[in-house]
């Protein structure tokens, strides 16, 4: 089994950066990307970026630029630098680990508030 914690999430004001954590623990072995979704209060959760064990990335078209997924293998962790963010970035910032078997991982998820 993987288990998935986040941190780093808070209340930020707009302009401002936040960074996301997420650490893998368990059959971390398993794991072929990592990822964060976000789901904000009345949407449905979508895609904010992913990388793979390889460090292959990929971004939600609207957030290029602004926000940059990374990894550290070596302690099996993801980040999610965020920058120049916005109100509407508010939202449950969910990490997500991909497996090579069986049905993918979620973490518990962390808030972010960005205030106007």
């Known amino acids: 089994q993987v288990q998935l914690v986040e941190s780093g999430g808070g209340l930020v004001q707009a302009g401002g950066s936040l960074r996301l954590s997420c650490a893998a623990s368990?059959?971390?072995?398993?794991?072929?990307?990592m990822g964060w979704y976000r789901q904000a209060p009345g949407k449905q959760r979508e895609l904010v970026a992913s990388?793979?064990?390889?460090?292959?990335?990929n971004y939600a078209d609207s957030l290029k630029g602004r926000f940059t997924i990374s990894r550290e293998n070596a302690k099996n962790t993801v980040y999610l630098q965020m920058n120049s963010l916005k109100p509407e970035d508010t939202a449950v910032y969910y990490c997500?680990?991909?497996?090579?078997?069986?049905?993918?991982?979620w973490g518990q998820g962390t808030q972010v508030t960005v205030s106007s």
């Open positions: 997500n680990a991909d497996l090579r078997y069986g049905p993918s991982r």
């Open positions: 368990g059959t971390t072995f398993t794991i072929n990307a």
């Open positions: 990388i793979t064990r390889g460090g292959s990335t």
